[in-house]
């Protein structure tokens, strides 16, 4: 029961949630095509009737065929067959990992996780070649006692270093370098122009957002947070922002920027001669019916 329910079935049910989760992502950047709720469950469910069925058979065919307890020694014999069918079987999908690992070599997105699924994957190969090896040639290791510590360190091993592969980096960077890491986080997300999917915004707090005109010449927030596009947040700090607030002129020391200031390649609400008021939602704009009077030379507000 242990052997069966525990032992071959979480080694499976590891590699095969490795398969939907590699397959998900093919999908969703190699395949360009969504992966659905419907598409989740379907996966799930492949996993769960692959997994449940094979276990199954083997707990209700003859503990002779595979795994039957002895109390003369206090061990399981697990026969030859049961081990070579429960060893092809992991081969099998993790040759399946492996084909889905070089599918997604070359994914441009946050989720490129290649360098480690490839280590993940080369620690799994390095034990399954050890069970392979001691299954097979050793037939009664569980009577070595040796050779039982060494299985049970290298399985220690693995299954521990596998998870820090995953999450040693971040873990380590979130605790040593939180804000760093953040913030090279959110670029990282930002490059993948998937904003909305992601749900974050990459406005700082030194940056000015603006309201963006739409489609149908209305100024529009979006749910109270502004549509901003990949290259419309500016990173400008402002110091004195008029020399003479009566005539709106601005001076070269006006702005403070990290490269060299021009004019030209600002958004309209930044440019020089305007009176630039920070938008609030549901507040008069030069956009709407309910626009205050202008300022006298005919400047308008905004």
Known sequence: LWVIWFRVLFCYIFA?????????????FNQKKPFTKVASLIAGAIVIVFNVVFCLVNQLVSDELTVQYVDTFEVCNVTQGFRIAALVTQWILWAGCAVLIFRLRNIQSSFNEFRESLAIFAVIIALLTESTVTYIHFKYYTLEKNRRIEKT??????????????????????????????????????????KTAYEFTSNQPNTTSYAKMNDNGD??????????GENETIDYQYSNMFVDPGSLRTDSSTLRTHGAYNDSELPMALRTNLHIRRPVLNSPSMFNSNSPAPLPGNRAVL
Do not use: C
């Open 16 to 28: 095969t949630l490795n398969i939907v989760r590699f397959y998900a992502l093919d999908r969703v």
């Open 153 to 194: 360190l290298m399985d220690t091993v693995a299954s521990n270093l596998i998870v820090w592969l995953i999450i040693g980096y971040p873990v380590i960077m979130s605790i040593f370098r939180r804000h760093a890491y953040e913030q090279s986080w959110v670029e990282r997300l930002a490059k993948d122009n998937n």
């Open 219 to 228: 100024s529009a927030f979006n749910n109270s947070q502004l549509n901003i």
